[in-house]
């Protein structure tokens, strides 16, 4: 696979960042079409793609607007199923496969049109996506950097530290644990970034907080906490 250029434009350097979760439903589409919009008025050109979809196309459709035209919906989310389920039993329930070979080609020929590119994947980290291959698979083969969204809320310390020690060593180090605060905080929420950081030295812990979703942008009080994600990314 050819590596996108690193060279530095617009402040940050060309990149390809893996969008991933603890779970499904988790938000990181939400997260995904507001970095990428974020991003887009600091005047860096990047673009989100969400490869494969199934049971709808909901989560390409916020995309596809995030990205402000940069790309068609079928670039976007080249392969959509109808059955709400894992991508790999949707495919199959069509007659179709899709292979790892198939979307790293898609998503590096994307890299090379734009300075930053992420890419949400469908599910959790380990979720199956296609003939022989998950999330882990697309994400090492990208050489992307992990973007790990995680429900603030009990357990999250658990599930987060099951992601990351699923990610081998290298990955680990790079990769960005983003807290989403859920509309009611429980006491665990208010400790789990000091405990997170503290079990797990080095990862990067920016916790977002919780935020409405609305036709007119971020948030203004979510402008600071996509900032604090950016900069970690730049890192």
Do not use: Y
């Amino acid at each position: 696979m050819k590596q996108a250029s690193q060279r530095t434009a617009g402040g940050i350097r060309r990149n390809v960042v893996f969008v991933t979760g603890t779970d499904t439903g988790v938000g990181k589409t939400m997260l995904t079409a507001w970095l990428t919009r974020h991003l887009r008025a600091l005047g860096t050109d990047a673009v989100a793609l969400k490869p494969l979809c199934s049971g709808g196309r909901d989560d390409a459709k916020a995309l596809h607007a995030a990205n402000g035209g940069g790309l068609a919906l079928d670039e976007v989310n080249p392969w959509h199923f109808r059955l709400p389920a894992a991508p790999v039993l949707a495919a199959r329930r069509e007659g179709r496969g899709v292979t790892l070979a198939e979307v790293v080609a898609h998503a590096s020929a994307v890299t090379l049109r734009f300075e930053m590119v992420l890419v949400e994947g469908a599910g959790g980290l380990l979720s199956p996506l296609g003939e022989g291959f998950d999330n882990r698979d697309l994400l090492m083969a990208l050489r992307a950097t992990p973007l790990l969204v995680v429900p603030n809320r009990l357990g999250a310390v658990n599930q987060a530290r099951l992601v990351l020690g699923a990610l081998p060593k290298p990955l680990q180090k790079r990769a960005v644990v983003v807290l989403v605060d859920q509309r009611t905080k429980d006491a665990a929420a208010r400790t789990n970034a000091s405990l997170l950081s503290e079990l797990e030295p080095g990862v990067l812990i920016c916790p977002l907080p919780w935020l409405e979703a609305t036709a007119n942008g971020i948030p203004a009080r979510g402008v600071k906490a996509l900032d604090e994600v950016v900069k970690r990314l730049q890192g």
